[in-house]
């Protein structure tokens, strides 16, 4: 006899959902269990995979970067932890490393760079400081890029930053903790254009207004943004109006 | 292949024999050709291919400009082949196998043998050269071999780093089909997990505590992500007590020297470079001195409001730092992140967090123009005196 009213329905139904919860509890279970048992499926299968292919993923950077491309699409990290499964793989000491060493340029060129510096010479910087191995040397932007993404998380400022798109496109890696709105990254990238054609100059803010289409104020208040960071030095011998200059984006020489 | 004639065998007084193999196959190139399992002659002069009775395939040794080995597969396997380099066939040479080859190199290959005397041999061989020595009237075609050498000396080079790329292409390729199976499980067990922690979420209360802690300790040794676990339930990973336990006591001291505050990268630096060996993500470093305050030792971490993050000791107190940076203002009548930082040896970032709380506390004033922030002394404070 089925109620569908009263006291006896309402009973009936509490019933109905604390077994209904019973059983989600137990399928619940199930699928803890579930998922250690694939854990460990997955993990002896990582080690076989280890074991064959490790010394080639040390060596090349083509691989490392695939392998990165394909975990982040599926949402792993294989370097939180080195206690991780996929510490098996060894690439994460190659990662941490290059890490530590990120930080130490970045922290010895921060007087002259004013804590911004441009991926390649980042690039250039840590070719010379490693060793002299082959397998030091080759180390490629997109290595940079993840380890330096690591370091956000420990708080001092340091950030990726993209300026450009498409072909112009370039990274800036900062390492002191200015907050770089849209507008001052954007400067960056106009600066950063400008240096990559045969004259390397300075921007003015008539430049910023013609090729960002920002209204003048808007303009100043980015460029002396940027200068009161210390990312920026004015010119005032530049006619016809001063023009701004960025340390951290000039080219090293030698 | 085209520098090949058809011959008869005739061994004549100058001429000795070297070497006999047997098992050889020829390539025109890299292409494999008919002649294969067939007998190969070394002698001075000349290389002769032949099979059964009749014909042979004659080579003659001045058109070999260099020889090389060539590997294929794994190290040590048995398909060895050599490459000879040629020159180019000269006019009014005898009929052979082939009229015109696209190659300039023929390739010989020697079945279940994996050693290099013919290799050793045939290099003597050519060392010595011994149809120059006198040009007999059987050979009537002269060698002029000079200046062709130089071009194939860099095509050699070029075409061994070609095979060495192809070969490490195909290893590649090995590799990456394996890690596309990885992934695909590894997919699943995201999702897997996703399901889980959605239910977590939902259910609050009908998971057990510590199946929660093995899920959150499933999901750090996958390298998953998860915002439900991360802060809501302890984290009580020993590896992670053991070296919060290891910071604390390599840090102790250079924290006390620079003034009782280090910034969290200064710190990471400074613990890989301790360890030489094993070193710690950023996220280990993280969850290492999160336990610090629970485990009693004597540093902290404490993140700032501009999100800056350092490792304190617990001894320091602001009030003391409060003190110090104010009376440097004092001295100084007016200070910036910069030059307090020259002043006093620490960091930039930790100088201008000193001069915020100095502010916060109401004993310093700003000063913010292009010019950069700069700090005075509150003389509000000093009014009445």
Redesign the interface.
């Known amino acids: 006899m089925r109620r569908k009213a009263g006291m006896g329905a309402i009973q009936k139904q509490k019933l109905e959902q604390e077994k209904y ?1 019973d059983k ?2 137990e399928l ?2 199930n ?2 269990e ?3 048992k ?2 460990e ?2 993990r002896s ?2 080690e076989d ?1 280890a074991a ?2 490790r010394s ?2 040390k060596r ?1 950077p ?2 490392r970067r ?2 990165q491309e ?2 982040a699409s ?13 510490s098996v793989l060894g690439m ?2 190659f990662y ?2 290059l ?2 060493q990120i ?2 340029v970045c922290l010895a060129t ?1 007087h002259r760079t004013g804590g911004l510096i441009r991926l390649s010479e980042l690039r250039n910087l840590l070719i010379k400081a490693r060793g002299k191995r082959k397998e030091h040397q080759e180390i490629t932007c997109d290595d940079l890029l993840q380890a330096a993404n ?2 956000y ?6 950030r990726v930053i993209r300026v450009g798109h498409g072909k112009m496109e370039d990274y800036l890696v900062q390492s ?2 200015a907050e770089l709105s849209i507008d001052h990254t954007a400067v960056l990238g106009l600066a950063e254009m400008g240096n990559n054609s045969t004259k390397s100059s300075g921007i003015t803010v008539s430049d910023v207004i013609n090729r960002l289409h920002w209204e003048e104020n808007r303009a100043k208040m980015a460029l ?1 943004y940027l ?2 960071e ?1 990312l920026a030095w004015i010119d005032l011998q530049s006619k016809p109006e001063k023009s701004y200059w960025f340390p951290s984006l000039f080219s090293a020489t030698a | 292949m085209d520098r090949f004639e058809y011959g008869e065998v005739v061994i004549n007084d100058e001429e000795s024999v070297i070497l006999r193999e047997s098992g050889a196959k020829i390539y025109d190139g890299d292409n494999k050709t008919a002649f294969e399992g067939g007998l190969l002659e070394l002698t001075t002069h000349r290389l002769i291919w032949s099979k059964s009775s009749d014909c042979s395939l004659i080579l003659h040794l001045m058109y070999v400009v260099y020889v090389e080995e060539e590997r294929t597969g794994f190290a040590f396997s048995k398909s060895i082949k050599f490459i000879l380099h040629l020159t180019e066939p000269l006019p009014g040479k005898p009929p052979g196998p082939v009229t015109k080859s696209a190659f300039n190199h023929v390739k010989i290959a020697f079945k279940d043998k994996s050693d290099l005397t013919f290799l050793h041999n045939l290099r003597e061989v050519l060392q010595l050269k011994k149809w120059l020595v006198n040009i007999t009237p059987n050979n009537e075609i002269a060698p002029k071999a000079a200046p062709i050498k130089i071009r194939t000396g860099i095509v050699g080079i070029e075409r061994q780093i070609h095979e060495k790329h192809k070969e490490t292409d195909e290893n590649i390729s090995k590799a990456f089909q394996d890690l596309n199976k990885l992934m695909v499980m590894a997919k699943d067990m995201v999702n897997l997990s996703k399901t889980i922690s959605q239910k977590i979420r939902d259910k609050q209360g009908d998971i057990t505590e510590d199946e929660t802690v093995r899920f959150k300790s499933y999901l750090l040794s996958l390298g998953v992500d998860d915002p439900v676990t991360r802060n809501s339930f302890k984290n009580d990973s020993q590896f992670h007590e053991e070296l919060a336990k290891q910071i604390a006591d390599v840090l102790e001291n250079p924290i006390k020297e620079v003034g009782g505050m280090m910034s969290l990268a200064d710190v990471y630096c400074r613990v890989n470079r301790a360890r030489g060996l094993e070193l710690l993500s950023p996220e280990d470093l993280l969850n290492a001195c999160n336990l610090l305050a629970k485990l009693n030792l004597p540093l902290f971490l404490r993140e700032f409001e501009s999100g800056v993050k350092v490792l304190q000791l617990c001894s320091h107190s602001d009030e003391k730092i409060i003190k110090v940076t104010v009376s440097q203002l004092k001295e100084k009548n007016s200070c910036t992140a910069e030059e307090l930082a020259q002043d006093i040896g620490i960091p930039v970032l930790l100088a201008k967090e000193r001069l915020l709380a100095a502010e916060k506390s109401g004993q310093a004033c700003r000063d913010d123009t292009i010019e950069g922030l700069r700090f005075y002394p509150n003389l509000f404070l000093e009014v009445d005196r």
């Open positions: 919860r989600g509890t619940q279970e699928q803890l579930l998922m250690s694939q854990l499926v997955f299968n990582l995979f064959k292919h080639e993923i090349n083509q691989f695939q392998f394909m975990c599926i949402g792993v990290d294989p370097l939180a932890s080195r206690k991780g499964f996929w994460g000491d941490y490393e890490g530590v930080v130490e921060n690591k370091l998380m420990l708080g001092s400022g340091f002191v903790a002396e200068v009161k210390g």
